[in-house]
C-alpha cells in the first residue's frame, strides 16, 4: 500500500486482534486509498463480527467507507447485549465449540453443531440459509461474506465461552428442554414408554425421564445431574443480573 495515512483507534476490546504497533490510539495506517474501511480493518486483524461503530472524524459511517487522507479513524467494538434481526435467536458452532454447543442446548438455547467438520463454506452457507449466529473461534471463517451473523469465542475455557455468549447476545434460557446430544426438543416421558432404554438400576431408581422427540434419548436425574444443575443456576443468576 502506497497511499493516505489514516489514523487508526482501536476499542481495547479489540486489542486482541490487532498487532501490538496498532494498539496505540491514533496510530497512522497507509492505505491504497481506494479500499473500503472495513477491508482495512479486516487486514489489521478485526474480523467484522467484532465491529460496532465505525467512526470518522466523529460521524459513523458504513463498513463501505473509503477512508481519505486527514480523517481519524475510531473502531469501536460491539455493543453488549448484541440485538441480532430476526427471532427466535439461534446459533451454529464450529467443530471445535462442542462442549458449549452441548451447554447451550441444556440452558435451552437452539445450537446446532457436528463433530465432523463439514468446511467453512459449508457452515457458512448454513448460517445464511438458517439465519444462525455462527460462533467461532476462527477469524477466517467468520470474515466468510455469505455468513449472516457470526461472533469470535474470545475464551478457550468452555465456562468463560458460555458466560461470554449469555453476556453478549443475552438469548432466552429455558433449562432442560433440549436434548444435549441432537438439539431437538425434550418431552415428558413415562418409565414404561422408555423402559426398554434403561438399565435395571436405572429403572429401580428413578422415576422422573424425559425423552428427545428427534433422537428419542432418554434423560433422567442422574449421577451428573449435580454439576449440571451448578451449571444452569449460575447461567440463571447471570442474566437476571
Known sequence: MNGPEIPF??????HVFVAAEHRTP???????????????V????????????????GAEVSAAHVPSAGEGVEVRAVERPQRVPGAPLRFLLDVHLGTLARRLRLLGVDAVYTNEDPGD???????????RVLLSRDRGLLRRREIWAGAFVYSDRPEDQLRDVLERFAPTLAPWT???????????????SVREHLEHGTQRTYDVFAQCTACGRVYWRGAHHARLEAIVDDALRGSTT
Open 26 to 40: 491514533g496510530t497512522p495506517v497507509v492505505t491504497d486509498g481506494s479500499s473500503t474501511l472495513g477491508h482495512v
Open 42 to 57: 479486516e487486514s489489521l486483524g478485526v474480523p467484522l463480527t467484532e465491529v460496532g461503530r465505525l467512526v470518522v472524524d
Open 178 to 192: 433440549r436434548c444435549t446430544a441432537c438439539n431437538g426438543p425434550l418431552a415428558d416421558a413415562d418409565k414404561d
Open 121 to 131: 463454506a459449508a457452515l457458512a452457507a448454513l448460517s445464511a440459509e438458517e439465519r
Open 9 to 14: 483507534s482501536f476499542a481495547p476490546e479489540l
